[in-house]
């Protein structure tokens, strides 16, 4: 709670704090209606259930080479089979949740926290601050995304970082863009309402109106961007794949898994078939569940 | 005074010559070729002598990788080599069976002390623009690509000439400082250029545009898209019987296999993925030729880190790879363990030399040995320092990186931990160089091939890709002596020396010779039965035509 | 006689001119900005180009060679010196030379990828556009019918699935297995069938997605009620008001691809085997081809930079409420 706490913002906060809490109730139960949302979110706690317990349920270690069982089509004792190293891909997909949920949230983490940064200082302390963050976004943006990751790749390579860090960073630091922009633009039509204007008058400084007044109110558009994001990371990291950038053998990314797989397509094509699989699933389960909580939220549902 | 033999190319060649052409000439009955009873003709009428049946008609080959350029500078990369084979000539030239046969030249005369060679060419050899080759030509490419100022890539295989004299138009000769047995191997299987042409624009615009005197000349060149070359009809052994020959680059391996399975392509110049090339060859639709690899793929490893500055474990290092699984399970079969720095089938290769068995054991006890005791975490370490590195694989080069996988495990079987890595290949050349990097995975050749096995530049202390740092004196010595006899009796102790301090030295991990599968559709006719050499399946001296429809 | 809703309209335009030059001038200090990082990080970046002329060791290189190499190729002068070089030929409008591909001019090798990748991008979108935005329309007006179900499946999923993975997928059963379309290249008008399906697949799934939810947005807001309650027929509201508003987070949404540009084509230019800009900047990255890798960023962030620039007049043109600043 804010330390100066005069009667004025203390009124003003208790209003905020009574309206947010039902409008989640509210959210929650629109959200449940959704049948789509509702499936995209069991299957993305499935996901996180399978990513925290990936090493009791592997039915072997996932970087096990068997002798001679190079591609094995699907049997009774591989359930989908081995890779080109005779590896066991049902093993190795369930290691790559875990991949995939690291990279996803936690890149995902990173552009948020950057972009609502630097979109919150845009778009609340204006002029000068608002034109040289644009710019600097802008900068960035303009380069292509492509060659920003493979030539951050490249520099980052020698540093010793394990590759899944590296992923996240990389991915984390050339992405943040979008959030910044709606933040700050958001955070521009916010500076204008009441709540502000008062704890501005009062003498509440800058930094607490952007922390406790502000920020809360991004929370829902955030997190629908957040939601929306995490599968176009998934794919971003089976292009980066593709590419050579993908995480370090032996370390089984779906992404990896895919584009090591993909020579192997009229020969093998059951490596390249579940790991595919699986990035579909995971990447609308994501989708739908964005799409939910942005339909839960938008206040303005009802008016259809 | 005993006897002074100047070697002359037509006596024993010449009988590798017929026998070459006969077989040629019976497999390809369809086909009439040229008459082989006296050599090869320099015939230079428009038409071949005889009648093609089937004359006409486009071949396409296949490269993974742009063509970047057309010129002799641009020779290192397999695909580019191939397309500059068919535009232009040299001296001499080397068949399907690795035997020399004279190309341009008519005749070689090389001096017992290896210091003089002297090349009569042949009469009425004719440039794509209608001039005539004469010696000009010849001591213009030689002067110009050996000359340091020029820095051309291909300038060391030019070391050791002291001057070019062409007392007539039709003799070149060429007098050397210092003797190099590997001179016709190099330079002298190097493309002759129009002197004239090459002056007036520059090195780097005649790669642009060439003019030799091949068989082909360029009609559209598309680096990133295609290469068409058209028939040159007044190539002086005869218009070849194709009309044109489309070089198209598909970087993608499925696809490429999935281009011959539709016909839209004749074969790839670049092997395609082992099990595909498999599945090919028990295809009734085409034939492909298997020839043993001349580069070795191995682990090329720093020689001045710690544990892999000892020999002991570096040998351990080998008897803890189970080399033959990797051939079974990761290569299908289509390689062959190597044994030595020089390949199989060259006649320099020493066959008994030492081996190193799949022994795990006994590579533990060479370890603890060398005093790499095993540390409580199962990892190797010795005065405080872990037997752990990095193994850098190529960016994009999945065949190596599985490789590279399994050999992870079965270090780990024996206590030593890698990391694998990956990296843009030129990162990776210079690291090694530099010695920034630990360990990587590629195929490089420790000779220069069958047909020259002088390891100079990968294994002697000067050498400007000694990607392992190694440094013996006894190699370096022997590399030097081994270039200044010219004779192959003379030089097969030296070279025999040469294989066994690699084999108990161990510089680099070295693992097997690939098996090259290159597929061509039976739609192309004239192909030989089977092939040592791959190189002139595509330099168009066979009479190669295509089934039209 | 000048009235005074022609004086505004002229300040607003002398307005909109000054903004604009503005922007420009602001977007050629970015583009300056990208070259010299570029500049930097490329020569960060380890590694020889040498090396990579070399083959696989059948030629033999020394250290007086790789050194008398790199004198022809400038590299022994000082970077900021390489650096201005460089930057002189972009304004001369060559911009440097390949290293690779002796002889040509990177200018060279650029225009001659860049349509390649224009025209197929271009008639992605061009395809996109004409399925997507009325998809999206009727998805967003027709909300929760089961049109709306099918498109918003239909375009998660194909944000879901990675381009390399359709793309292959597609050549085996289109060209090996029906033979319809040939397996690579663009020899003829039937090479271009996958690469554009593909692309445009892509690209149709996301502007879909962007257009049903900015139409749902726009039909909800007080001026459209406005016009409703003023007794306008829905379909003149629709398209007067909605539309037209909806159309400005597409235009951002497409701004942004041009950013996505290279990410999007490297993956089909290398499977389709096409000689664009993606094949052209992914190997040129891996030879170390400085000046053509430096080039094509340049290039390619002032064709972003001035598509934003557009982008923003678009929106200050279409959309009334934005001021400017």
Redesign the interface.
């Known amino acids: 709670m804010a330390a100066i706490s005069t009667p004025q913002t203390h009124f003003a906060e208790q209003i905020d704090r009574t309206a947010h809490r039902s409008e989640w109730t509210q959210a929650w139960r629109r959200f449940r209606s959704n049948r789509l949302a509702l499936f995209g979110l069991v299957v993305v706690i499935l996901l996180i259930l399978t990513a925290l317990f990936a090493d009791l349920i592997v039915p072997y270690d996932p970087i096990y080479q068997f002798r001679g069982m190079r591609g094995a089509a699907p049997s009774a004792e591989h359930w989908l089979g081995s890779d080109y190293n005779g590896r066991d891909l049902l093993s190795r997909i369930i290691a790559g949740t875990q991949i995939a949920l690291m990279v996803g949230l936690g890149a995902t983490f990173l552009q948020v926290i950057i972009g609502v940064f630097v979109g919150a200082a845009a778009g609340y302390f204006g002029g000068w601050t608002d034109t040289l963050l644009c710019r600097l976004i802008d900068t960035l943006m303009s380069m292509p995304v492509l060659a920003l990751l493979t030539l951050l790749a490249a520099v980052l390579r020698d540093k010793e970082i394990p590759s899944v860090l590296l992923t996240i960073l990389v991915i984390g630091f050339t992405g943040w863009a979008r959030f910044a922009r709606v933040v700050r633009a958001d955070v521009l039509s916010l500076r204008s309402r009441d709540f502000v204007v008062a704890a501005q008058a009062s003498g509440v400084r800058a930094l607490r109106i952007i922390f406790y007044h502000l920020i809360p109110n991004l929370v829902g558009p955030v997190i629908v961007l957040a939601s929306l994001g995490i599968g176009g990371i998934i794919i971003l990291e089976a292009a980066l794949s593709f590419l050579g950038l993908g995480v370090n053998p032996p370390t089984p990314s779906w992404g990896v898994i895919l584009s090591d797989g993909r020579q192997y397509i009229t020969n093998y094509p059951h490596i390249v078939t579940f790991p595919g699989i699986m990035i579909v699933i995971t990447v609308l389960a994501f989708n739908f569940l964005g799409d939910g909580v942005r339909d839960a939220l938008d206040p303005k549902q009802r008016a259809d | 005074m005993a006897e002074q033999r100047s070697r002359t190319l037509d006596r024993r060649q010449f009988l590798q010559l017929t026998g070459v052409g006969l077989s040629l000439a019976t497999l390809a009955a369809c086909v009439p070729t040229e008459s082989t009873t006296g050599g090869i003709s320099s015939d230079t009428s428009t038409t071949a002598s005889t009648a093609p049946t089937a004359a006409g008609g486009t071949l396409i080959w296949l490269s993974h990788q742009e063509i970047a350029g057309l010129g002799p500078n641009d020779l290192g990369a397999t695909m580019q080599a191939i397309v500059i084979g068919a535009i232009h000539n040299s001296l001499v030239a080397y068949d399907i069976n690795y035997a020399m046969y004279p190309d341009l030249a008519e005749s070689v005369e090389v001096e017992p002390d290896g210091l003089k060679y002297t090349f009569k060419l042949r009469q009425g050899v004719k440039f794509h623009d209608g001039t005539e080759l004469t010696s000009a030509d010849v001591k213009y490419t030689i002067d110009y690509y050996g000359d340091p100022a020029n820095a051309a890539t291909i300038q060391s295989s030019y070391t050791g000439i002291d001057s070019v004299e062409t007392p007539d138009d039709y003799t070149v000769i060429v007098n050397m400082a210092t003797v190099n047995a590997a001179s016709l191997v190099n330079w002298a299987s190097n493309p002759i250029v129009n002197a004239k042409y090459h002056q007036e624009v520059s090195d780097a615009t005649y790669s642009t545009a060439p003019v030799g005197t091949g068989p082909f000349k360029v009609k559209e060149w598309k680096a990133a898209e295609y290469t068409e070359l058209e028939a040159f009809d007044d190539y002086f052994k005869g218009r070849p019987l194709i009309d044109t020959i489309r070089m198209e680059v598909v970087p993608e391996a499925a696809v490429r296999k999935a281009a011959l399975d539709t016909g839209d392509a004749d074969s790839s110049a670049w092997p395609l993925l082992v099990e595909d090339s498999l599945a090919l060859e028990a295809d009734p639709n085409f034939k492909v030729f298997r020839t043993p690899g001349e580069s070795i793929k191995h682990f090329p490893i720093n020689n001045t880190l710690p544990y892999f500055a000892d020999k002991l474990c570096r040998q351990a290092l080998m008897h803890a790879l189970d080399r033959q699984r990797i051939i079974d399970d990761l290569w299908n079969g289509a390689a062959e363990v190597a044994q030595s720095n020089i390949p199989p089938n060259s006649q320099y290769y020493k066959a008994d030399l030492k081996q190193y068995e799949f022994d795990p054991e006994k590579a533990k006890a060479l370890f603890d040995e060398a005093g790499w005791t095993e540390g409580a975490d199962g990892i190797r370490e010795k005065d405080g320092v872990k037997f752990a590195f990095t193994c850098t694989t190529i960016t994009g080069d999945q065949a190596r990186k599985a490789i590279a996988e399994l050999a992870q495990q079965l270090f780990k079987d024996v206590g030593v931990e890698v990391q694998l890595a990956e990296a843009p290949v030129a990162e990776i050349l210079q690291a090694l160089r530099t010695g920034t990097m630990d360990m990587s995975i590629f195929n490089w050749t420790y000779s220069v091939g069958v047909l020259e096995p002088d390891p100079t530049n990968t294994l002697a202390s000067s050498g400007g890709n000694n990607f392992p740092q190694f440094k013996n004196a006894e190699m370096d010595e022997l590399c030097a002596q081994g270039l200044q006899q010219v004779e192959v009796a003379d030089r097969k102790p030296i070279y025999d020396r040469i294989q066994e301090i690699f084999v108990e030295e161990v510089p680099v991990l070295y693992l097997q010779y690939d098996t090259w599968m290159l597929p061509f559709s039976t739609r192309v006719e004239g192909l030989p039965e089977t092939t040592s050499n791959t190189y002139p399946l595509y330099s168009y001296e066979l009479p190669l035509t295509k089934q039209q429809g | 006689m000048i009235t005074t809703v022609q004086t505004l309209r002229f300040q607003n335009q002398t307005l909109m001119l000054l903004y604009f030059i503005r922007r420009l001038l602001?977007?050629l200090?970015?583009?300056l900005?990208?070259s010299i990082?570029?500049f930097a990080?490329?020569h960060?970046?380890?590694?020889?180009?040498v090396?990579?002329?070399?083959?696989?060791?059948?030629?033999?290189?020394?250290?007086?060679?790789?050194a008398?190499?790199h004198?022809?190729w400038g590299f022994d002068k000082p970077y900021y010196e390489q650096y201005w070089i460089w930057l002189m030929s972009l304004a001369r409008g060559d911009f440097g030379e390949s290293l690779?591909?002796?002889?040509?001019p990177v200018r060279e090798m650029i225009l001659?990828?860049a349509p390649v990748t224009a025209f197929l991008n271009i008639i992605s979108l061009l395809i996109a556009i004409a399925i997507a935005i009325p998809a999206g329309i009727i998805a967003g007006v027709r909300?929760n019918s089961w049109f709306d179900y099918a498109t918003?499946f239909s375009s998660?999923?194909g944000?879901?699935?990675?381009?390399?993975?359709v793309a292959?997928?597609a050549?085996?059963v289109f060209?090996?297995m029906l033979?319809w379309v040939?397996?690579?290249?663009?020899k003829t008008w039937r090479g271009y069938i996958l690469p554009v399906a593909v692309l445009a697949t892509e690209q149709m799934a996301v502007l879909a997605r962007v257009m049903r939810?900015a139409t749902?947005?726009t039909?909800?807001q007080d001026y459209v009620?406005t016009a409703r309650s003023k007794g306008l027929v829905e379909r003149l509201v629709i398209s007067r008001h909605a539309v037209r508003n909806a159309l400005l987070p597409v235009v951002t949404v497409i701004g942004?691809q041009v950013?996505?540009?290279?990410?999007g084509t490297?993956?089909l230019e290398?499977?389709?085997?096409l000689?664009g800009i993606g094949?052209?900047?992914?190997?040129s990255?891996?030879?170390?081809d400085y000046q053509v890798?430096q080039s094509?960023?340049v290039v390619?962030?002032?064709l972003?930079?001035f598509v934003?620039i557009l982008t923003d007049m678009v929106y200050a043109v279409v959309d009334p409420r934005i001021r400017i600043?």
């Open positions: 602001q977007g200090f970015i583009v900005l990208v990082i570029t990080i490329m960060l970046l380890p590694g020889d180009p090396q990579l002329l070399l083959g696989d060791g059948k030629i033999k290189m020394t250290d007086e060679l790789r008398a190499i004198a022809k690779v591909r002796r002889g040509v001659e990828a909300r918003t998660t999923l944000v879901s699935l990675p381009s390399f993975w292959l997928m050549i085996i060209a090996v033979g040939p397996p690579y290249g663009l939810s749902i947005e039909l909800t009620r942004f950013a996505y540009l290279l990410s490297i993956v290398t499977i389709f085997a000689p094949r052209l900047f992914i190997d990255l891996g030879r170390l890798v094509l960023v390619l962030s002032a972003v930079v934003n600043e």
